[in-house]
C-alpha cells in the first residue's frame, strides 16, 4: 500500500475554495453549468431506462441489466458528482464558505477522490466503447444515436469541463490506486452478474470466449486508466500554469464575506480588492 493511503490529512481543508471556483466565470455561472450538466445527465439515464422498459421485448429487464454495466454505472456517477459539486457550489456563491468546508474532513477526501473518479473514468469509457464495444449504425436511428453520444461522448466533454474551467488542483497520486480498486469491485461485479443473471456484460470478461486474453483485457484497461489519470493531471497542471501563472488569471470568487482567494496556492499576490488569506500547507 503506498504510503498516506488511508490518510487524510491535517493541512486547512481548500482554503481558496477551489473546488468551488473557476478562473473564466462566476461562481453562480459555474454552479449553473454544473447544475444544467447533473440535470441533463439524470434527464438522460431515466429516458433510457422509461425508454428500454417501453420497447424491450422482455419489459423492463434491459433496464434492470443497465446497473450491470460500467459504462451506465459511471454516467451516474457523473451525474452525482456535478448535483453535489453544484450544491457545494451554490453555498459557496450564496454565502462564501461552501457546504464541502463544513463537512467532516473524511468526506471532504471522499470528494476530492470522487472528483479524480469524474475526469478519469468518463475517457476511459468513451475509448474503451467506441473502440472496442460498439458496433452498428447509431447515426441512421435517433434514439440509439442520441443516448450513444450522450452517455460515450458527452461524458468525456463534461469531464473535460471538469479539468478545464474550475480551479481544482491536480488529483494527489495516491487516487490512482483508488482508481484501480473500483475497477477491481467492477470486475466482481461482472462476474456476479453472470453468477446471478447468467451473462457478461462485456463478451471481453468471458473466459470461455477470450481464454487467456481475459487477464490482458483487464491488464489493459488499467493501464489505460493509469494513462488517462496523467492525463488528467497534465491538463489541470497546465491549465493552472497557463491561466494563474502566465495569465495572472487568479480566479472569480464570492462577493460574500470571508476569505475569498489567494493567487493560487503559494501566496502570491491578489487580485486588487481581494482579502488576503493563509497559503495552504
Not at 184 to 210: C, E, I, M, R, W
Amino acid at each position: 500500500m503506498p504510503e498516506g493511503a488511508f490518510r487524510f490529512g491535517t493541512d486547512p481543508w481548500d482554503p481558496t475554495h477551489r473546488f468551488e471556483t473557476s478562473w473564466l466565470v462566476s461562481p453562480w455561472v459555474l454552479f449553473a453549468c454544473r447544475a444544467l450538466i447533473s440535470l441533463y445527465a439524470f434527464t438522460t439515464l431515466v429516458f433510457v431506462l422509461a425508454w428500454q422498459c417501453a420497447h424491450g421485448e422482455t419489459g423492463c429487464t434491459a433496464s434492470q441489466n443497465q446497473f450491470s454495466y460500467f459504462t451506465t454505472l459511471t454516467y451516474w456517477g457523473l451525474a452525482f458528482y456535478f448535483l453535489a459539486a453544484a450544491v457545494h457550489t451554490f453555498t459557496y456563491a450564496r454565502s462564501g464558505t461552501a457546504l464541502l468546508n463544513r463537512l467532516p474532513r473524511p468526506l471532504q477526501a471522499l470528494h476530492s477522490a470522487f472528483y479524480t473518479t469524474a475526469v478519469v473514468f468518463p475517457f476511459v469509457v468513451t475509448v474503451v466503447y467506441w473502440a472496442r464495444l460498439y458496433s452498428g449504425t447509431w447515426y441512421a436511428e435517433v434514439y440509439s444515436g442520441w443516448s450513444n453520444v450522450s452517455q460515450h461522448a458527452l461524458n468525456s466533454v463534461f469531464a473535460f469541463f471538469e479539468l478545464a474551467v474550475p480551479r481544482t488542483n491536480p488529483p494527489p497520486p495516491v487516487h490512482m490506486l483508488w482508481l484501480i480498486v473500483v475497477l477491481a469491485l467492477y470486475l466482481a461485479l461482472a462476474y456476479v452478474t453472470n453468477a446471478s443473471k447468467g451473462f457478461y456484460p462485456y463478451d471481453f470478461l468471458n473466459p470461455s470466449k477470450q481464454g487467456a486474453l481475459v487477464a490482458a483485457y483487464v491488464f489493459g484497461i488499467a493501464v489505460g486508466c493509469i494513462v488517462v489519470f496523467g492525463f488528467a493531471w497534465g491538463v489541470i497542471w497546465l491549465r493552472k500554469y497557463v491561466t494563474e501563472t502566465k495569465l495572472g488569471r487568479k480566479g472569480k470568487f464570492s462577493s460574500r464575506g470571508g476569505a475569498s482567494a489567494a493567487a493560487g496556492d503559494g501566496g502570491a499576490d491578489m487580485e486588487s480588492a481581494k482579502p488576503r488569506e493563509e497559503t495552504l500547507a
